[in-house]
């Protein structure tokens, strides 16, 4: 489904990634682990084009998407959570949703959040669709609340929502259990894992190996903006290099 292939990204003469693939089988999730730095938040952003490559390839159903804009990406199907931010915090939950749908189409938060009370009236759909999406995952009685009122798992879970509204096939999530409850961590899992059911392919970087453990069908992982090794996650956490790369040991 997607591929990367000797992808590199340098900054300032620092190699950040050197020559990494990753291969994403269709209907998955893929997890990304490694110690702090060592380039998995980097090669997020350079899948979901935020950042251009200086070597290598990405390609998206066999399609080469390396230069292609953001939202160029999610209009392939390509999407990545972003965390709520100040001005999206001060929108209601479902206002946050409608946005997300705007901003697919390339346009800035503040046009996008300009033109919000003309698409509450006209778009019918997307407020039937966002509301559906918010059912689903348990936010429905919340979408009258301000975003920056949300527990941080309950945030997670809007930036899932926020992307559900682009219509993914790939979804790309950085931590998403990062400052979350236990019990809201296993809600977040439980909402990726149905979606994966309906065929939602997934890559997610993730320090919280219970999560990895749970969900992950397979795990890569990397080490100073290298592939290190993968396989499953039994596979990979009883590699001694894996282990020895966590304690900064030998790498
Ligand atoms: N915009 C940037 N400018 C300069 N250096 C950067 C930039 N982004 C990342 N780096 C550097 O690239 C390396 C990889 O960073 P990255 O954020 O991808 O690591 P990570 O694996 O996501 O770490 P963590 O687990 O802490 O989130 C680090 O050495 C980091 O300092
Ligand atoms: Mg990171």
């Not at 997300?100 to 390339?106: D, E, N, V, Y």
């Not at 509204?165 to 019990?183: N, Q």
């Not at 890569?220 to 290190?228: I, S």
């Amino acid at each position: 489904m997607l591929r990367v292939t000797g992808v590199s990204k340098s900054f300032g003469g620092i190699a950040a990634l050197d020559s990494v693939r990753l291969d994403v089988p269709r209907g998955h999730i893929t997890g990304i682990i490694g110690p702090n730095g060592s380039g998995k938040t980097t090669l997020l952003n350079v899948i979901g084009g935020l950042l251009r490559p200086n070597a290598g390839a990405i390609a998206l159903e066999d399609a080469d998407i390396t230069g292609l804009p953001v939202h160029d990406r999610a209009r392939r199907g390509l999407t990545r959570t972003f965390q709520i931010s100040r001005e999206l915090g001060a929108l209601t939950v479902l206002e946050n949703l409608l946005v997300a749908r705007l901003q697919q189409t390339g346009e800035s938060i503040w046009k996008a959040f300009a033109r919000l009370g003309t698409v509450q009236r006209e778009e019918k759909e997307a407020i039937a669709r966002a509301g559906a999406i918010l059912e689903r995952v348990g936010l429905w009685k919340l979408a009258d609340d301000p975003a920056r009122a949300l527990s941080g798992g309950q945030k997670k879970l809007l930036e899932l929502c926020r992307a559900l509204m682009l219509d993914p096939k790939i979804i790309l999530l950085d931590e998403p259990a990062a400052g979350v409850s236990p019990p809201m961590r296993a809600e977040i899992a439980e909402v990726i894992r149905s979606l994966r059911s309906e065929g939602v392919t997934f890559v997610i970087v993730e320090h919280d190996m219970e999560m990895v453990a749970g969900l992950c069908d397979q795990v890569y992982v990397f080490a100073a903006g290298t592939n290190l090794t993968s396989g499953s996650f039994q596979e990979v956490v009883s590699d001694r290099r894996v282990v020895e790369a966590y304690l900064g040991g030998v790498l």
